[in-house]
């Protein structure tokens, strides 16, 4: 996937990517022991890399606020623009792969929330391991291990199993073997409650942090999941991935997809309670089970893909379960949205290369604009095809990474229409 996007770059004329080293990244293998008191991690990352193209002397992670004790493989030299440089102790020849082991310690300054009895992370995952946070088309299988007090919950990728021990401590074994990027990585742990949902096929699950909501709370925030789940897995046309959903309740604002996780704040879900129609961050978090973690963005300029459908799968949703008229409001309030980039001369194309000056008015092209572009090319080509469509570019690139060309291949391949004009104004520019 990685020499696909690498040829992309080629043929777009993208020289700095063009120079790059083609490597991948196979998998990551972290342990992990939290301090609860002081709020600080000790870990271990043992980073697969493979060379894909020639041989690669070096490759880059994120930096971090973290301390690192120890290299075996390699050596880190951190570089500008927010990167550290892993040279390898050999370099790698074409085909090969290799395994570098990097130590570290200390207080993550972003994606690691320590709440009173829970520990969790927040998107931010190459700040608490050593990971490619901004590579989201480089799929790398993922292996958590979690050093922990005896007697608590966990939540990690995949499914977990035991390992024995050291100093008192339990160790929890998760393990995902589907390639996930980076900034889906994440986990849970503490004194949390669990509960069940109403479910057909997979196991529906809440993990709350104490003292969020009550379990009768929970039903009723989270009552129509199993639904959202059928609707989403009916429009993909691809099953559920895995045999366990959870969403895990923590207390605030957060809204955050995970591999096979979302996790959502108190303040997020609680309008929920008033108002059974406010229930899109149910929908978005779930939507992206598909839309953003099965097929990812190649790049983050094509970042659309992820949050422009869940928006638009967000809406469609409520259309199913709501009521036209809850679909419109959605729509509307991506106009209102897209208003704004507009008005800050920012009402840009969705898959463009550039800076944005805020994450709102970024939000308001990719998540907005993506949203109202899938409603056009809806009343374009009517619900028979914009559906096949949607179906057959989901089946295809599940488990992959997409470019919006792939997009497009897929709808005028079910309206059997030529698309380029609507995707050079929408998408292209
Ligand atoms: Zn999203």
Redesign the pocket.
Known sequence: VRFIAILLALILGKPSLAAEAIYDFAAFDTTIAPDFDEKTIIGETRITVTAAGGAVASFDVTANALRVDAVQGGRITATQNGLWTVTLDAPLRPGRMTTVTVKYSGKPARGLIFGEDVVYTSYFACDWMICAQDRPGDKAAFTLRLDLPPGLTSLGPGTMSREPGTRGLERHVWRETRPYSSFLYGFAAGRMTSAFLPSRRIVLAVLAERGAADSARIQSMFATTGEMLDFFEAKAGVPFPHARYTQLLVKGWEAQ?ATHFSIIGTQMIDPILANLQEDWVIA?ELA?QWW?NLVTCADWSEFWL??GI?TFMTAAWKEQKHGRAAYDREMDLARKRLATAAEAGFDKPLAWRGDYPSLRIRRAVQYSKGALFLDALRTEIGDGAFWAGLKLYTQRHAGGTVVSADFQRAMEQASQRDLSAMFKTWVTG
């Open positions: 997809e978005h992206h953003g992820n949050e869940v």
